[in-house]
């Protein structure tokens, strides 16, 4: 027999869920702009969840992801409240829908190795309490991953969470330059750092955002920009994204640009030009980069000249030196930085994503933590390929986009602990919607 789902009243909706993450929300801002926040914030979610829109939740959520404006705002718990507003915004969804269907993959497979091998190092942790503390840090980007992958089931959400991820991002920038020139004007800028840091308040995180977002510009140029005034706009936007990843000053981020423009390049070799072009852009940038950011890259080949580059690598040597102590089971999950003093006069993660998972959870957790890198370059070549034979160029542009971003990624993630941050398991979510995409659209086609 079949019964009628029973629909939520949004009203009822609202006071069992609304207003306690309301008062939650207001308890949690600590200044005058976060309680501003804090009452904007869940009345935009609850309208969202009145409305019983599971698309625009998906764009509240991936703004909030790309500008950082709950870190920049300085609401403890901001992203997560307002990722609890998707979540329920998708099960609700799921609840009135007439066939609820839960999508998983081998991304989610290697998902599950991961946090397996992460839990078997916790059994021996000498300090158990931070193995918590990061385990309760994988579990939100676990549940972020499967909501993401499963609220996304059509492919125009995709281009429009694309324009929305550029659009935050190009927010946290501008608000990046407005607090740079404050700063210069108020005469802190010795306490400020001249390092545009964007809403995120960090300004690696802020590169590697704008990895992204340069990355699915420029494709977006080649593949799909056919009048003259979308090409101007496309290249003013590229020109504008690169130079604020430069004026982050980030190391990872500006070498992580240079692959990334080199795997442009090198995929549109057939034009010829690009490969012309990405010479002339390095010539020049070389000859126009302040003196400090130049000095800052140059110190790569000569890392025992630079404070940061030398305490890294002695980071490097204790990982190393844990690996080959601890190879199988590792020290224990999230406990390299409390031994990190032992190489260095500080407390600190080991800036190097392979060698910090190693060395905590063992060499098991490293294969699957790579190969969840790897198979998620294979999804995003599978759903290309497909897109193409289809003739979808605004996919082909994505899918293309974020695996050149993928592996840029990949490659600094030899530069930094970027393993539990939400920028990166976005693009591991991101590439099994288009996975998923492609499945979907050919189960339409077979029935």
């Known amino acids: 027999m079949q019964t009628k789902p029973l629909a939520l009243p949004p009203f009822s909706f609202l006071l069992a869920v609304g207003l306690p993450l309301c ?3 207001v308890y949690l801002a600590n200044s005058a702009l976060g309680l501003a926040a804090a009452a904007l914030i869940p009345l935009v979610a609850i309208g969202i969840s009145i409305l019983f829109s599971l698309p625009l ?35 609700i969804e799921q609840f009135l829908s007439k066939e609820p269907n839960i999508y ?6 290697l998902i599950f190795l991961l946090m397996f091998f992460l839990v078997v190092s916790m059994i021996d942790a000498p300090w158990p309490q931070n193995s918590w503390a990061y385990l309760l840090q994988y579990s939100k980007l676990i549940l972020f991953f499967f909501i993401f992958t499963n609220a996304i089931t059509e492919k125009k959400l995709m281009h429009t969470l694309m324009i929305v991820a550029t659009v935050s991002v190009a927010i946290s920038v501008l608000y990046g330059v407005y607090a740079l020139l404050s700063a210069l004007g108020g005469g802190n800028i010795l306490e400020e750092g001249l390092r545009l840091r964007g809403l995120t308040a960090n300004p690696n995180v802020l590169g590697y955002t704008l990895l992204i977002i340069t990355s699915f510009l420029v494709y977006s140029f080649f593949l799909t920009a056919g009048k003259r005034r979308t090409k101007a706009l496309l290249l003013l936007l590229i020109a504008g994204s690169i130079l604020a990843l430069g004026a982050t000053m980030s190391r990872a981020g500006l070498i992580g640009l240079a692959l990334l423009l080199f795997l442009v390049a090198w995929d549109f070799r057939a034009r010829k030009w690009p490969i012309i072009a990405f010479a002339l852009f390095v010539i020049i940038g070389l000859l126009l980069l302040p003196p400090e950011i130049i000095e800052r890259l140059s110190m790569v080949f ?34 390299f930085i409390v031994v990190s003093n ?4 500080k407390h600190l993660g080991t800036h190097n994503a392979y060698l910090e998972i190693w060395s905590e959870s063992g060499v098991f957790a490293f294969l699957a933590f790579v190969g969840l890198f790897l198979n998620s370059r294979r999804l995003l070549t599978q759903a290309v ?22 592996l840029a990624l990949m490659f600094v993630a030899l530069f930094g602990s970027i393993q539990t941050y939400f920028v990166l398991w976005t693009l591991f979510a991101m590439a099994t919607v288009m996975s998923r995409l492609t499945v979907d659209e050919r189960t339409v086609q077979i029935s």
């Open 57 to 91: 939740s998906i764009y509240l959520v991936t703004f909030f992801l790309f500008s950082g404006i709950a870190w920049g705002l300085e609401l403890p718990g901001g992203f997560l409240l307002v990722t609890l507003f998707f979540i329920a915004a998708w099960a």
């Open 385 to 406: 390929r497909h897109f193409e034979r289809s003739g979808d160029l605004r996919l082909v542009a994505i899918g293309r986009s974020l695996r050149t971003s993928l």
């Open 342 to 345: 032992q190489f260095i006069a």
């Open 302 to 335: 000569t890392p025992y000249q630079d404070t940061s580059l030398r305490w890294r690598a002695r980071l490097y040597a204790g990982a190393i030196e844990l690996i080959q102590a601890y190879p199988f089971n590792g020290l224990g999950m999230g406990n």
């Open 104 to 109: 998983l993959d081998t991304n989610m497979l």
């Open 23 to 25: 008062l939650a929300v």
